[in-house]
C-alpha cells in the first residue's frame, strides 16, 4: 500500500480534520506502543499500520 493511499483512508474513516490528530496522538499497544506516524517512521508498512488502525478501531469490513 502507498502512503498515499493509506492517508486516503485515514481521511476517509476518520475525517480530513481529525485523521492526522488521530495519528500524531493515538498510541496503540499493537504498534508497539506508538502512534500511527511513529510507527511510519520506525520502518512499518503502511499497509500494516493500517491493518492495525481497522483492528484497533473497528473499521467496518468493506473500508478495509
Known amino acids: ?3 498515499t493511499v493509506f492517508w486516503e483512508r485515514m481521511a476517509e474513516h476518520f ?3 481529525y485523521a ?3 495519528a500524531r ?3 496503540m499497544s499493537e504498534l508497539g506502543e506508538r502512534t500511527v506516524h ?3 517512521a520506525a520502518g512499518w508498512e503502511a499497509k ?3 491493518r492495525v488502525v481497522c483492528t484497533v478501531m473497528n473499521v467496518p469490513q468493506e473500508r478495509r
Do not use: K, N, Q
Open 1 to 3: 500500500m502507498r502512503l
Open 15 to 17: 475525517g480530513v480534520g
Open 20 to 22: 492526522d490528530t488521530f
Open 25 to 27: 496522538d493515538h498510541v
Open 38 to 40: 511513529e510507527a511510519l
Open 48 to 50: 500494516d499500520v493500517w
